[in-house]
């Protein structure tokens, strides 16, 4: 099973302020997917990532699929409190199962 | 469409008791669903793959005595945590994923149950 390596594992910042997370791993992704969970909640998809070197917007949010797919990255521009949550990279795995990175738990600050 | 119903949403038992949760697809047949486990501040662990008319495939670590998963039909998986400990409380989540539609949408994960074990 891949391991995968998420960073920071806390973030706190104020709102309107910039951010990014990371999700690594030593191992070669056929595909990564962001999720979001909020407290109490399942997690819900965001974007799925293919290609290596691939970028996807989704509003303020950006995410990046490494050139050599081991890593990616999302960024947060102008950070609003309604971004708060926890953020998950997850290895499909080829449709077999889902595996998730330790996640990002971010707050943002009004 | 890929609605994941999961209930209860909380649930308090006493200790030596059991408890069962159900996750059920509601707009899709789904073969295959997943039970994880999540700790306070922590992300998700994956425990079993539940296949409809076998076994469910545990990962390594998880009591297969401990947490029962039933797939008996293609809408409805169970998950029952036998004689609960007050170190079994934690946040159960179910997924599953629509095999009509393609790996790129995702799983959908059912909201989660709490279980308190007093």
């Known amino acids: 099973t891949q391991l995968l390596e998420q960073s920071p594992q806390f973030l706190s910042i104020q709102e309107g302020e910039n951010l990014t997370v990371y999700c690594n791993s030593s191992s070669v992704f056929s595909s990564l997917q962001w999720y979001r969970q909020e407290p109490g909640e399942g997690p819900v998809l965001l974007v799925t990532?293919?290609?290596?070197?691939e970028v996807k917007k989704l509003k303020r949010l950006t995410f990046q699929f490494g050139d050599a797919r081991k890593d990616s990255s999302l960024h947060i521009t102008a950070a609003q409190p309604g971004d708060t949550g926890l953020y998950l990279c997850a290895d499909p795995q080829g449709a077999q199962k889902l595996v998730f990175g330790q996640g990002t738990r971010l707050t943002i600050n009004p | 469409g890929a609605v994941v119903s999961q209930h209860p949403s909380r649930v308090i038992c006493k200790s030596g008791t059991s408890v069962k949760i159900e996750c059920r697809s509601l707009d899709f047949q789904a073969t295959t669903m997943f039970w994880y486990r999540q700790f306070p501040k922590k992300s998700l662990m994956l425990m079993a793959t539940s296949n409809e008319g076998s076994k469910a495939t545990y990962e390594q670590g998880v009591e297969k005595d401990k947490f029962l998963i039933n797939h008996a039909s293609l809408t409805l998986s169970t998950l029952t945590v036998t004689s609960a400990h007050p170190e079994d409380s934690s946040f159960y989540i179910c997924?599953?994923?629509?095999?009509?539609?393609?790996?790129?949408?995702?799983?959908?994960f059912g909201s989660g149950t709490r279980l308190t074990v007093v």
């Open positions: 990532v293919v290609t290596g070197g």
């Open positions: 997924s599953a994923r629509d095999p009509g539609r393609r790996t790129g949408k995702g799983y959908t």
